[in-house]
């Protein structure tokens, strides 16, 4: 069974900083990864998709992630912190046809500092 | 368009009773899923429906809850009785995987709670 690692659960940032958040999956096949963003008492938006090709993604809101095959890693990052990226931060892969089936990670909270 | 439409928003009941939430997928998706995201438990898929038809109910906790797909628009999750650790806010979410789009799409979720 596939599983998902967030080992940070809330990470505190100055605004303009850089951010890293750290996502770690077990999944025995090519997995389908992902990267949602939740605000408080909103439903979960994509912020980008793996499934094949360039390991570095780029996706909404200045957000990249680079999968890393070797240390089962999809890192989300973004180089430079806006209050508004305040939110619940979750990492996800797919299991099953088409990656139907999504695992969630437990979320890292993220705090901006003015 | 409207994105995924779940009601009611909120729902406050007894120990006991009958809960049903609702699901409107976005038009053109074929694939709905239910999901149900605790403090202690995160976020956990329920289970999922292809064309209307559930694929897979390995989520579903118990006899206590039932889920259906009657058309391709609609879709409901009802808890039957209702207990107070059922109390979470739940997720409707929908996909078109012929369509190629893999990543699902989110409601804004229904939150429950048990008294």
Redesign the interface.
């Given at each position: 069974a596939q599983s998902v690692t967030q080992p940070d659960i809330h990470i505190t940032v100055s605004e303009g900083a850089s951010l890293e958040l750290r996502c770690n999956y077990s999944y025995g096949a090519t997995p389908?990864l992902?990267w949602?963003v939740q605000s408080p008492g909103?439903?979960?938006?994509?912020l980008l998709?793996y499934?094949s090709g360039d390991t570095l993604v780029q996706g909404i809101k200045g957000f990249e992630a680079e999968f890393k095959r070797s240390q089962s890693s999809f890192n989300l990052r973004k180089p430079s912190v806006h209050w508004s990226d305040a939110a619940e931060y979750?990492c996800a892969v797919?299991a099953?046809?088409?990656?139907?089936?999504?695992?969630?990670?437990?979320?890292t909270r993220v705090l901006v500092k003015p | 368009d409207a994105g995924?439409i779940q009601s009611p928003r909120h729902e406050v009941t007894e120990m006991g009773q009958e809960v049903t939430l609702r699901c409107k997928p976005i038009s053109g998706h074929n694939?709905l899923?239910w999901y149900r995201q605790t403090m202690m438990r995160?976020?956990?898929?329920l289970i999922?429906f292809?064309n209307n038809v559930p694929?897979?109910d390995s989520g579903m906790p118990e006899d206590r809850f039932s889920a259906k797909m009657p058309n391709a628009s609609f879709s409901t999750l009802k808890i039957q009785p209702s207990e107070p650790r059922d109390s979470a806010v739940y997720?409707c979410?929908s996909?078109n995987?012929a369509g190629g789009l893999?990543?699902?799409?989110?409601?804004?979720?229904t939150r429950l709670t048990v008294t």
């Open positions: 389908y992902f949602y909103q439903g979960l938006q994509l998709k499934f979750f797919g099953g046809a088409a990656g139907n089936k999504l695992t969630f990670g437990g979320g | 995924v694939s899923f995160g976020l956990e898929l999922y292809n694929i897979d997720f979410a996909n995987r893999y990543e699902q799409y989110f409601g804004p979720g």
